[in-house]
């Protein structure tokens, strides 16, 4: 079982979060990211940049049981493969939001080739600028803004 901070606890098991969870989970219909047969019953964090101001597939995505803790397996959670996981989830979730909205019989054809357009501007935007982590990203860990020994003297020389 995970650590998780005292914060984070009370985050998760507050009203707001489980509204943000049900509305990111109601984009696919429910619909699990990685077993789509499978029903989502988890929002799973891609990211904690944006703690508490989360956007769905910028930082999170719905997910089944089984496949939330499949993706938190150590392995691949502690891995160089965690970008990889959470890029193909972000895409998913996408592919999986269009799917379900452009199936839906009584929408008006314009608003679902909007919906198409937004979608692969999205999943460019994804390509485009999943490379580089900023400042605080998945691991949660603070960047020190002080400089350490080695890059003092180095500024001093």
Known sequence: M??????????IQSPIWKEKSRKCRALTQNRC???PWRKSRHCHHLTYVHFKHE???????????????IVHLEFLWKSRWR?????????A???????TFLLTRNTNWFLKMVLVAIASLSF???????S???GKHMTGHKQNP????????????
């Open 146 to 157: 002080q400089p350490n020994e080695y890059q003092r003297k180095a500024n001093e020389s």
């Open 124 to 130: 460019f935007y994804l390509v485009n600028n999943s």
């Open 55 to 69: 956007i769905p597939i910028r930082d999170t995505v719905g997910l089944s049981i089984s496949a939330h803790q």
């Open 93 to 99: 979730m996408i592919i999986l939001m269009t799917t």
């Open 2 to 11: 995970a650590w998780h901070s005292p914060e984070y606890t009370a985050y």
């Open 83 to 91: 970008r990889i996981i959470n890029f193909y989830l972000r895409v």
């Open 132 to 134: 580089k982590p900023k």
């Open 33 to 35: 990211c990685l077993f």
